[in-house]
């Protein structure tokens, strides 16, 4: 089956231990995006990848970068984790056109905490 | 900038029909989604509406209006497993989507 994945689902670092997320995909979408969830909010663009145009957010921190090598991988690299960047990290993707271009799938997400 | 309002809980019982409300300013309209998010899952996409009028999908129907800034997710025949976060976003030019806070949908037997 098409789909997003994401590893690892849990992932534990210490303060100030760079940290690096992946995501792949299989539905060959051009557009692949990273949300920070907290508990009991609302999932908070980082940023977007529109095929290689890296799209930041204007309020996303500089401590948060991404890196996507080709159409199917993406990463979130967090340089110095700080307690305040445990969340829920969510990958999407998207088409940027044809059908069903409004619809995101995401993947499961990574859980990360920061000791 | 972008921001949408939509009720934080809501209760209902199993069987019955529950109705979550989002009202949104934007500085550029595009679309309205609906997402539901478990408890600890990924967001899965309910619905999409980008002109007036009601979208029905199965038990889950989302009604969009324009000129009021305002939607809705309407749930029928409410099930256990519906009981989870839903999510109106607007969709921004770059097909980016921005959330709002999410309403908890509880559903008791």
């Known amino acids: 089956d098409a789909m997003v994945i994401q590893n690892p689902r849990y992932q534990v670092t210490q303060f100030g231990k760079p940290v690096t997320l992946s995501c792949s995909q299989t539905?060959?979408?051009?557009?692949m995006y990273w949300y920070q969830q907290k508990s009991s909010q609302a999932p908070k663009l980082l940023f977007h990848y529109y095929d290689k145009d890296f799209n930041n957010e204007a309020d996303t921190p500089d401590n948060f970068q991404s890196r996507r090598p080709n159409t199917s991988f993406c990463f979130l690299d967090i340089r110095s984790p700080g307690l305040g960047d445990a969340a829920m990290y969510l990958c999407?993707?998207?088409?940027?056109?044809?059908?069903?271009?409004?619809?995101?799938?995401f993947g499961p997400g990574t859980r990360l905490l920061v000791l | 900038g972008q921001s949408l309002e939509q009720p934080s809980e809501v209760t209902a019982v199993e069987g019955a029909i529950v109705q979550i409300n989002c009202t949104y300013q934007t500085s550029g309209f595009y679309g309205l989604s609906w997402y539901q998010q478990h408890d600890g899952g990924a967001p899965t996409f309910l619905s999409y509406?980008?002109?007036?009028g009601l979208e029905e999908t199965g038990r889950f129907s989302s009604f969009l209006s324009r000129s009021d800034s305002y939607g809705y997710l309407l749930l029928q025949e409410l099930q256990m497993k519906d009981s989870a976060s839903y999510f109106c976003a607007v969709r921004g030019s770059q097909g980016n989507l921005i959330f709002g806070k999410g309403t908890k949908l509880s559903v008791k037997p």
């Open positions: 999407a993707t998207s088409r940027s056109t044809g059908p069903n271009q409004e619809t995101q799938y």
């Open positions: 509406n980008a002109l007036d």
């Open positions: 539905l060959n979408h051009n557009v």
